[in-house]
């Protein structure tokens, strides 16, 4: 059982202070010392004092982000992933890097006992983590995160669209993308808002840019040349 998720906003070794100060003055976070052998990972976190759900990595290569479920036996979940066609990519004593079918990367970690989900804040909430698959690998990867994380599929608001929708008291969710056109697999984060258009504007303000408009979203890039998605949906709810 997934008792907790984190997701990561992935960033080059250059660009990691401008994703620290881009996303701690989006989420109303403070960004945790660094850790790690190279001090490639923080956390942001939560000024009114609840769980932690986001952090932050330096990568070597690559612009995007993964998710890490944290569960009790994180060995067993590994396991479960490679059976139904995952692949370990490292070990780390107490946690998993693995690589889904479609090539999306993923952490299986140790529970910390965290639940208590971070409030909205500025009408915006980061609640949901895109992969962007490929056409031909879709199916099989819809079949893949559905199986592991045991949550509900939902269709999306398109027909490329599926949500593999978390428990309420989780903090985030997953969207699967169908591609149209053939690239590798990917991952960016989506942020809920009341208020789309005034998101932009103050996102704006802040160094991100605009990049396109599709209806119920709008592709921006953050100061660290990240792209990532402002919703129309309730970040109450999650609903259109």
Known sequence: ?????????????????????????????TLSAPRGADGEFATFLPNGGEDAFLKLQAVGEGNGSHLDLAV???????????????????EHGAWVVLRSPAGQLFCAVPWHREYRRPPVFAGTRVDQVTIDIPAEAY????????ELTGWTVDKGSRQEFRVVQSPAELPVRLLLH?????????????LACADRWATREAHEALGATFVAEHGNWIVMRDPADGIYCLTGRNPVTGTL
């Open 72 to 90: 009790e036996r994180p060995r067993a979940l590994a396991d479960d992933a490679v059976a139904l066609g995952a692949e370990v990519v490292a």
């Open 178 to 190: 169908r591609l149209d056109e053939p690239r590798p697999t990917g991952a960016h984060l989506d």
């Open 1 to 29: 059982m997934i008792r907790w998720v984190y997701a990561f906003v992935d960033r080059p070794r250059d660009r990691f202070d401008a994703a620290a100060a881009f996303w701690t003055a989006v989420t109303d976070t």
């Open 139 to 146: 199916e099989a990867e819809t079949e893949f995160w559905t």
